[in-house]
C-alpha cells in the first residue's frame, strides 16, 4: 500500500506555490477573461496540488501515478493558458514569467516523482 503525506511533498507544496502565483497573475488579467482565461487557469492551478493530494492516498504506486499524470496534464493545460496570455500580452509580464518558470520546474518534478513511484 501506497501512502505519502501529500503536505509534505515537494511537488504538491510547490504546486500550492503555483496556484498562489496564478490567482495572483489572474488579478490583473481584462475583466472581459473573467468567464474564460481566468477561470480556466484558476481551475487548471487547482487541480495539479488537487491530483497530487488524492492520488497520495491511493492503494498502489500505479494508482498514485495515474493521478500524478492528471497533475502533470493539468500542468500542461495552464501552461498553455499563460502562453495565450502573453501572446496577448495580457497582464503583468514579471509574474507571466515567474508562472512560466515555476510550472516548468514542476512539470519536471511531478515526472521524476512519477517515475520514482512507478520504479520503486
Known sequence: M????????KIWQKAMDLTDLTFYYCAGLPSSERFNLIDQINRCSCSIPSNIAEGSG???A????EFLTTALTSSYEAETQLLICERRNYGDKE??????????????????????????
Open 62 to 65: 500505479v494508482h498514485f501515478a
Open 2 to 9: 501506497v501512502k505519502h503525506n501529500f503536505k509534505s511533498l
Open 95 to 120: 509574474k507571466l514569467q515567474s508562472c512560466l518558470e515555476l510550472i516548468t520546474e514542476l512539470q519536471k518534478m511531478i515526472f521524476s516523482f512519477r517515475e520514482k513511484i512507478l520504479n520503486s
Open 58 to 60: 491511493k492503494r498502489t
